[in-house]
């Protein structure tokens, strides 16, 4: 059972247009909802993060929208750079005290210039 | 701030032997986490240590897998008698624990089981 979904799988956008990362899940219990970046070769970074009690969270040109009642949350990437080319990561942590994330199959982003 | 280290970064065995992955935390993160990380299962969960105590070792392997943390600035994962279904790359990531909690990850170390 897969809990965290994203989609679409893969994304290509125009350099300037604002790129849509679609995220859902299942457990209720989720309340924490990071999302990681990730290089060929490299480890995920962390991009950007959001608490179940926030609905938007913005950093630059990043912005998470988050609705608790559809259990969704979308990465909004505004002005999208040829650099933010990447595999992005939705992840979830539960509020039961167990540290660890449940990620997403992640959608890769291709900005062409 | 180094970040998480983790070595090797690529290691190549062949079916049957064993393969060893260290990670090396941040400095005063007190939680590391295992995952690894495939084309076709994404990336998974496999356990997690807090303050050098194993804490949930849910996503383990039962047979060959096994992880440690003997001190506070490094973990491991071995892998005993690899089969080609191992290869994957292995992250290792870790967080203060409290507050956000946020993973840090690793470059990940690239196993290859010919």
């Known amino acids: 059972q897969q809990q965290v979904r994203q989609s679409p799988q893969s994304l290509t956008v125009w350099e300037g247009e604002t790129a849509i990362l679609n995220c859902s899940y299942e457990?209720?219990?989720?309340?924490?909802f990071p999302w990681y970046q990730q290089f060929p070769g490299e480890g995920p970074a962390l991009l950007i993060s959001i608490l179940s009690v926030s609905n938007k969270k913005e950093d630059g040109r990043f912005t998470i929208f988050f609705n608790k009642r559809e259990k969704k949350l979308s990465l909004h990437i505004a002005d999208s750079q040829p650099g933010d080319s990447a595999t992005y990561f939705c992840a979830a942590r539960d509020n039961t005290g167990n540290y660890k994330y449940v990620f997403g199959a992640g959608t890769r982003l291709k900005v062409i210039a | 701030n180094a970040g998480v280290i983790q070595t090797p970064r690529h290691k190549v065995t062949g079916k049957g032997q064993e393969a060893t992955l260290w990670c090396e935390p941040i400095?005063?993160?007190?939680?590391v986490f295992w995952y690894r990380q495939t084309i076709v299962q994404g990336l998974e969960f496999l356990t997690y240590?807090?303050?050098?105590?194993?804490?949930?070792d849910s996503g383990m392997p039962k047979e060959r897998f096994s992880a440690q943390m003997p001190n506070q600035s490094h973990s491991t994962l071995k892998i005993q008698s690899t089969q080609p279904q191992d290869s994957a790359v292995y992250l290792c990531?870790?967080?203060?624990?409290?507050?956000?909690?946020?993973?840090?990850f690793g470059p990940g170390t690239r196993l290859l089981v010919l």
């Open positions: 400095s005063g993160h007190s939680a």
């Open positions: 457990n209720s219990a989720f309340d924490y």
């Open positions: 240590f807090r303050n050098q105590a194993p804490i949930d």
């Open positions: 990531a870790s967080s203060s624990v409290g507050g956000q909690d946020t993973q840090y």
